[in-house]
């Protein structure tokens, strides 16, 4: 049982995918929804063919300069000239039960609560998605985030590069735990989010008119999400996150993928349009931090019903 869906825009690869559950945890810890629909979506950045359309409607995007070749050393992103991200795509139904919960509002998180909003600024919450669980909120803190690194501590180039990946993807970390408590952890298996240093398959499509294969040439990093019951008792409706950052790319442009990333893992599900936001759906050289327009948004999610978090009547 699988689907897939996509939703792009010209730099940014924005993808959505919804496709049935693989189990990643024990079963002595969750009991994953086996019989019915689950979704897991996903957000990339990333660098397409020119030739690759991404939205017949729009004009057509020219594609910047971009420096993307396997370790290159220049930590400057590309700067992209993006046309607007394509519509958001309906999130195929979550499986219907009449013991589902409904979608109820939790507590905000007391780091969130302590935010300011700055109404003078706004947010773009109107381009966050939600899903059939309502909005992809977390309700335990804190959040168990589990960070692949080097097994060993040798001094060769390549463990070297891979230490460098690591201290970056702890600098964003540090940076979302501000706003959102987060703990690091030793086991994948027990993680809320899971952020792998990989490639991100290519979703590499026929193109029914002209018979040829339109591939992308790279994608820095994606973002999946999956629902799963937990083996509490009664059950509770939780989500996953798993972050894919590619290893190809240098220290600062993977501190701000990762920001990036870890923003749509925090539940941002969605894009803003402005540069000066860590969630701009485009890539730009000089990367900011998280903004308050990024911080406004979260809070507001926090703010929205989510099936997520609520028990499951038996
Ligand atoms: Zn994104």
Known sequence: MSMKRSLRDSLVFECLSVRSVRSALPATRSRLIKLIVLAIAFFSLTFL?????????????????SQSSPASPSPILPVSQSSPEAPPTPSLPIPQSPNFPSPKIHPLPPSLAQWQTKDDIGDYFAQIQTTDAGYLVWTKFPLKIYLEHPDSLNNSASNL???QWVTAIREAIDEWNNYLPLVEIDSPELADIIVTRSQVDRDIQLDPETGLYKIPRAITAQTTYEFYLS???????RHRMKVQISPDIGKNATLATARHELGHAMGIWGHSDRKTDALYFSQVSDPPPISPRDLNTLKKIYQQPTRLGWEISS
Do not use: E, G, K, Y
Not at 49 to 54: E, N, S, V, Y
Not at 231 to 237: F, I, Q
């Open 161 to 163: 590069r891979f230490q």
């Open 231 to 237: 083996s509490d008792t009664p059950a509770v409706l």
């Open 49 to 65: 063919l020119p030739q690759f359309p991404i939205f017949p409607n729009s004009p057509s995007p020219s594609l910047p300069v």
